[in-house]
Structure formats: structure tokens, C-alpha cells
């Protein structure tokens, strides 16, 4: 598996699979950009580093957004982030270029797209492929 590459503004996309492999080998750090009540009410990776993209409710900017990506990458290493079904990280993942980082979007996101109910968890995403998640 390797990253697709994207002319989008950031380095690319990457499976979810790929996210943990590079994560788990300290290849990369796996940022969470969705909302601090997104990862207590739906799960969250153990590990990961939570730097909201916005903020719930209403969903502003985060203002800490870009000292915090910083602070994640401090090590040199490459960010992977991650977010609901892979568009807030692609914004994200813009930002993070923006400032100078080598910032990859997770395709699928955690929960990935909705099917046919409109439910999510059953088309894609990080749960969906059996990667290490926990919930409160």
C-alpha cells in the first residue's frame, strides 16, 4: 500500500490501514481533527493526538488549530489525520501543508460514508476495517 498522491494542496491521501501501519511503526503521528464531543460520544483511537479541526457547537474554527498541529509534528514526522468520513482532514490536511507540514488525509475517515439508511460504520472508515478504537 502507498499514499496517493493528490495536487490538492497536501501530500495525499492514505488508506486507513496504511494511517495505522505508519502510525504503529513511528513512521507518522495519527492526529484526530474531529470534535471533543465527536471522540467521546462516537469512540476514538487510543493513541491518537486530538486537534480539533472545529469546534462543536456550531462548529467555529478551531483558534488553537495551528499551535497544536505544530506541536504534533515537532518530532519531523509526517501527520496523518483523521476525521468523521475523510473531509474535515482533507481541509485539515490543506491547513497543516499551509504551515509548513507534511500532512496526509485517512480516506473513509472513522466512521465513513452513509449507506443506504444513511447510517455510517457500514461503508468504510477506521471501525469498519477493524482497527483499534475504544469508546467511553
Not at 488525509?105 to 482497527?131: C, S, T, V, Y
Amino acid at each position: 500500500m502507498q499514499p496517493r498522491p493528490t495536487q490538492s494542496g497536501y501530500a495525499g491521501d492514505v488508506s486507513p490501514q496504511l494511517a495505522w501501519q505508519w502510525a504503529q511503526a513511528g513512521r507518522a503521528v495519527l492526529v484526530d481533527v474531529r470534535t471533543d464531543a465527536e471522540r467521546e460520544w462516537v469512540g476514538f483511537v487510543p493513541g491518537a493526538v486530538p486537534v480539533a479541526w472545529k469546534q462543536w457547537p456550531g462548529m467555529a474554527m478551531n483558534p488553537q488549530f495551528d499551535d497544536a498541529v505544530r506541536q504534533a509534528a515537532a518530532g519531523g514526522k509526517p501527520l496523518v489525520l483523521l476525521c468523521r468520513s475523510g473531509v474535515r482532514s482533507i481541509a485539515a490536511a490543506k491547513r497543516a501543508t499551509e504551515l509548513g507540514l507534511e500532512a496526509y488525509n485517512i480516506l473513509e475517515g472513522f466512521e465513513g460514508d452513509p449507506d443506504a439508511q444513511a447510517q455510517r460504520g457500514r461503508k468504510g472508515g477506521w471501525r469498519h476495517h477493524g482497527l483499534p478504537w475504544r469508546q467511553n
